[in-house]
């Protein structure tokens, strides 16, 4: 069967017959018609000939799709002659970047959003503070970063190193990275994380852990039970300081406020976080939880925005108004919430996590993922927003060891993302991604090679670490 040499693969393609040679390009007249309305705002058309290109979208973001498709497209010397209607599957296609544990640089980051742009991603989430650094500055809080934004060392895995290490991204950077990527339609959503994955946040503002002790920034991998006191307003400002702040930086419509792994073991033994309950008529700390980020929700949606949770924080019920990302656990509560009209981003830990290696998790693994989460009804479909795929940097020291571990993976999410089921082929995937690597290699991308994507059985199983 003919197929095009593009990725992700478009939705409906017909051959037309004969060849277009690219060299007649240079002189042929290649109209674009932007016909605001005709079709959906992601959708483009283009019709190749004999004699040159024609396309037709609604939006600047569909002719910027048209474009990226053509470029694939250009890189050989004949292209089939066909009629190109094409729109995603998912309107959500992200990546997304932590930046806390291994800084990326600001150049390292474009490169990053100029090779997802490529594929059509269209959202960078941008995982700015954790346990081991607070990486994004904030002028009204600056202990936030005069504190938080260093650790005395790094002990991941095999790195034992005790130099301090630290930084964080300026304000002026962040409005660069967010005028790059919306230049490639992308939007940036930053991500605070809370009320776990915060002794960085904490470092710098002990008074509001529950018991008021001093915090680390943390220097290992870990899931640390210093949490945000659920039951000192003060708490609130902190977060709402910083919150707001970041919304003059990122115009996007989403904001993430995190919510996985939250130990409870000092809400559960704090007066104040006690008594918040108590108030509040609630009985378990999952519940104090949700109440947490319901509480940041409301704040983020008087902000002009929409927060996005990961699953973990609906584990006693749906946060109103707020995305939902899917990681890890029970699918239960993220299913039902999409059955229900909620907003669900699909990011499966088995499937979708790009820092494990390749005998972890094989290429195969992740193209042939499905993100209509079994349990989810054909109406809930339409709340599957989209898929993203996030890399965790605690081992990724490096950006060609960033570049090893997400290419071709970002390429196979991307095909999920935008390729209907019914148009993925896992084999002629693997031949368009050989063609894709010669552009990667030009935007300063080395993508793993082809022999390391899907380890034989005894490799996956003897060289299953980690890092
Ligand atoms: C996560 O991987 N902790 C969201
Ligand atoms: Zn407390």
Not at 178 to 201: C, K, N, Q, T, W
Not at 355 to 367: A, C, G, H, V, W
Not at 421 to 429: G, I, L, R, V
Request: aromatic letters at 12%; hydrophobic letters at 35%; glycine letters at 8%.
């Amino acid at each position: 069967m003919e197929r095009l040499n593009v990725i992700p693969y478009p939705n409906r393609v017909r051959f037309t017959g004969g060849t277009l040679k690219t060299e007649n390009l240079l002189t042929a007249e290649m109209p674009i018609d932007l016909v605001p309305g005709s079709m959906g705002d992601e959708a483009y058309v283009l019709e190749i000939t004999p004699e040159g290109v024609s396309a037709k979208c609604a939006t600047k973001r569909g002719m910027f799709y048209a474009q990226q498709t053509l470029i694939q497209l250009v890189a050989d010397e004949e292209i089939p002659c066909c009629v190109i209607e094409d729109e995603p599957a998912f309107p959500y296609r992200g990546f997304m970047i932590d930046t806390v544990r291994h800084i990326v640089s600001v150049e390292d980051t474009k490169k990053m959003i100029d090779a997802a742009a490529s594929l059509k991603f269209n959202a960078f989430h941008w995982h700015l503070t954790d346990d081991q650094g607070w990486r994004a500055q904030v002028d009204s809080r600056p202990l936030l970063c005069e504190k938080g934004s260093v650790r005395s060392g790094s002990y991941f895995g095999r790195e034992e190193s005790g130099t301090e290490y630290g930084g964080y991204f300026t304000k002026d950077e962040m409005k660069e990275i967010v005028a790059y990527a919306a230049e490639r339609f992308i939007d940036v959503i930053p991500e605070i994380d809370m009320p776990g994955h915060s002794s960085a946040l904490l470092h710098a503002y002990p008074e509001i852990t529950c018991s008021g002790k001093d915090v680390e920034v943390k220097t290992k991998q870990g899931i640390y039970s210093d949490i945000i006191c659920a039951g000192k307003d003060e708490a609130f400002s902190v977060v709402f300081d910083a919150i707001d702040e970041l919304c003059d930086i990122f115009p996007g419509e989403y904001f993430h406020i995190g919510g996985d792994e939250v130990p409870k073991t000092e809400w559960s033994q704090c007066p104040n976080c006690k008594k918040r309950k108590a108030e509040l008529g609630i009985k378990s700390d999952n519940e104090l939880q949700r109440w947490f980020m319901q509480k940041v929700a409301d704040h983020v949606r008087e902000k002009g925005k929409t927060a996005v949770v990961w699953n973990d924080a609906v584990k006693a019920g749906e946060v109103e108004g707020a995305s939902v990302q899917f990681w890890m656990g029970r699918k239960k509560p993220t299913v039902k919430i999409a059955n229900g009209g909620g907003r669900i981003i699909v990011s499966d830990f088995y499937h979708y996590y790009t820092d494990y290696n390749y005998s972890i998790t094989p290429l195969k693994k992740t193209y042939n993922y499905n993100p209509r989460l079994k349990g989810v009804t054909a109406e809930g479909l339409k709340n599957i927003a989209g898929v993203e795929t996030p890399v965790w940097t605690e081992y990724i020291k490096d950006f060609d060891r960033l570049c090893f571990l997400t290419f071709p993976r970002y390429a196979a999410v991307a095909e999920n993302g935008w390729t209907l089921q019914e148009n993925k082929d896992e084999e002629d995937f693997e031949r368009r991604f050989e063609i894709f690597t010669k552009s990667l290699r030009q935007k300063g991308i080395t993508p793993a090679d082809k022999e390391e994507w899907n380890p034989p059985l005894m490799k996956r199983f003897t060289g299953a670490r980690l890092y």
